[in-house]
């Protein structure tokens, strides 16, 4: 149990396009989800956290109005890079925690944007 | 705060041989640890977790984490390497319900 998927696993669009990434936790509710940036031979960065029904929290330095985080239901939360640009190219990985108060995150396969 | 610190890297093994991991962390409070895997362009595997009950941890793949608090180590290990263990591993520690990565360790095991 505490599958997450991510589609697309891979996108390329173009400059100046927006692109929108999906989370679903298949086999629980995740009452909350988060979204990681991983730029290559580095670490995870944490991007945002949502709880489902609320706003977004974004971590110091995130561009929230570049960066829209969705979490209308239970088992799914929405990323959508607005005008993407080249710079914006990386690995997004989503993850996802069970219930509230407990903290062990459920990772997704992770989705690799290119820009061109 | 919480952190963790990888000591290493990049760590290379030969195939048969012993594996060490180093993770050492910082947190004001008894904390919790996990150890992750990442293959190429995949998300994260939890290898294993310490959350304050027995301080040797094991986990899946004959990995397995010794939690030690006079230390403030927690570093993985594996009796034998094998290829397909080469990766990237993450040590991580929670932090007011957050994730707090390390900087991650490319492990390289040759043949």
């Known amino acids: 149990g505490a599958v997450v998927s991510q589609h697309p696993s891979w996108v390329i669009c173009k400059s100046g396009t927006s692109v929108k990434i999906e989370c679903r936790s298949l086999?629980?509710?995740?009452?909350?989800m988060f979204w990681y940036r991983q730029f290559p031979k580095q670490s995870l960065m944490l991007m945002a956290t949502?709880?489902?029904?609320?706003?977004?929290?974004?971590e110091q330095g995130v561009e929230k109005d570049k960066f829209l985080i969705n979490h209308a239901s239970l088992t799914l939360s929405t990323l959508t890079v607005t005008s993407a640009h080249p710079e914006d190219s990386s690995f997004y990985i989503c993850?996802?925690?069970?219930?509230?108060?407990?903290?062990?995150?459920?990772f997704g396969p992770g989705t690799r944007l290119t820009v061109t | 705060a919480q952190s963790v610190t990888q000591l290493d890297s990049h760590v290379s093994v030969s195939e048969g041989t012993p594996v060490l991991l180093r993770c050492n962390y910082s947190?004001?409070?008894?904390?919790?640890l996990f150890w992750y895997v990442q293959h190429p362009n995949k998300g994260l595997q939890l290898l294993l977790k310490?959350?304050?009950?027995?301080?040797l941890v094991k986990g899946i793949n004959g990995f397995e984490a010794e939690f030690k608090k006079s230390e403030t180590s927690f570093h993985l290990t594996k009796p034998s390497a094998h290829m397909s263990d080469a990766a990237e591993y993450f040590c991580?520690?929670?932090?007011?319900?957050?994730?707090?990565f390390g900087t991650g360790t490319r492990l390289k095991v040759l043949a």
């Open positions: 310490y959350t304050s009950a027995a301080t």
């Open positions: 947190s004001s409070y008894s904390p919790s």
């Open positions: 086999d629980f509710q995740a009452t909350t």
């Open positions: 949502s709880n489902e029904g609320s706003k977004a929290t974004y």
């Open positions: 991580v520690v929670i932090g007011t319900y957050k994730y707090i």
């Open positions: 993850s996802a925690r069970r219930l509230a108060g407990t903290y062990e995150q459920y």
